[in-house]
């Protein structure tokens, strides 16, 4: 195996396909390909089939995201989430590349009272998980020598909107915040998920890792309120302002799982690291730039403001 390895990665402008991308950067050997939205239509199979040629590793961070808008166009979110994976897995056939896809805990029916292995039984409860299991259906039909599934959850990051920065957000605003209590979870870091995404992809090309499903995410568990209070408490703001609610307080078209825990014992066969404990990845997440710059705003606006031990 030479030195060089040549990546693919679709959605690259979106939260993790940033993250992906500069992680790959920081990699000796990776040459690689940042295809955004407007270099690459995945619903496109002639386009596909002509970008993946040559690459050795694909990483697939595009899809439809909005999971209550897919309630109303369920065939156009699985036409992104699911045939446009059929096109990626048939030209990495042809091209002998390795695929890495994201999938979703929305792929099971949260009725689970343990951490979901990776082989359990799936049963989407929206629209938006049934179209994330048509992928992965896709995926496994035709590329499953080559194919990797990596379901992740309560994704947040610097690149894009999410919980973790809307919360700060608010905090700046608001001297009371709510946050659900009766949704549990993993709130994962998408640096770190990237991170475990391009050592699966080395270990993938250098025949280490098995094809099949990984489940990506930060280790441990927590609800909405358990994130929010650490979320404050680790920027120095009073997480006495935070209020625990049912997930009623909140109606939204599209049903959630209640409870997306998933376990991890995939990676171990993989060679592959998992992920470090939530609240740990919190922390770190909290240094980085952008987020350091809306705790501080936070911290500044707040009337509040409580200085916690860190």
């Known amino acids: ?35 955004d939205r407007a270099m690459l239509d995945v619903t496109d199979p002639v386009a596909v089939a002509r970008l993946v040629a040559g690459h050795h590793v694909v990483v697939n961070t595009a899809g439809w995201t909005n999971v209550d808008a897919a309630e109303d166009a369920e065939d156009a979110a699985t036409a992104v989430n699911g045939t446009a994976v059929a ?22 029916s949260g009725t689970a009272c343990a951490p979901y292995r990776e082989h359990d039984i799936t049963g989407p409860v929206n629209a938006y998980g049934r179209s994330k299991l048509a992928g992965e259906r896709e995926l496994r039909r035709l590329l499953p020598e080559r194919g990797y599934i990596v379901r992740t959850a309560w994704l947040y990051g610097e690149h894009g909107r999410n919980f973790v920065a809307t919360m700060l957000a608010q905090a700046a605003e608001s001297p009371e915040l709510r946050a659900v209590a009766d949704h549990t979870g993993q709130p994962t870091w998408s640096r770190a998920l990237a991170r475990q995404l391009v050592e699966l992809g080395q270990a993938a090309h250098g025949n280490v890792a098995p094809p099949g499903i990984y489940h990506g995410t930060s280790a441990g568990h927590s609800t909405w309120y ?34 997306g825990v998933l376990g991890h014992d995939g990676w171990g066969i993989a060679g592959v690291s998992p992920q470090a404990r939530w609240r740990e990845q919190l922390a770190q997440a909290l240094r980085t730039p952008a987020f350091a710059a809306l705790a501080e705003t936070a911290r500044a606006r707040s009337p509040h403001l409580q200085t916690s031990g860190r």
């Open 1 to 35: 195996m030479g030195t060089e390895v040549r990546w693919l990665v679709t959605g690259a402008r979106g939260m993790l396909g940033r993250d992906v991308v500069d992680t790959l950067l920081r990699q000796p050997g990776a040459v690689v390909t940042a295809a």
């Open 87 to 108: 096109h990626l897995a048939r030209a990495c056939a042809d091209s002998d590349a390795r695929l890495l896809h994201i999938s979703t805990d929305y792929v099971f």
């Open 226 to 259: 358990d994130l929010t209070c650490a979320l404050f408490d680790l920027a120095g703001l009073d997480p006495r302002r935070v209020r625990p609610v049912p997930h009623t307080t909140f109606p939204r078209p599209a049903q959630r799982p209640t409870y």
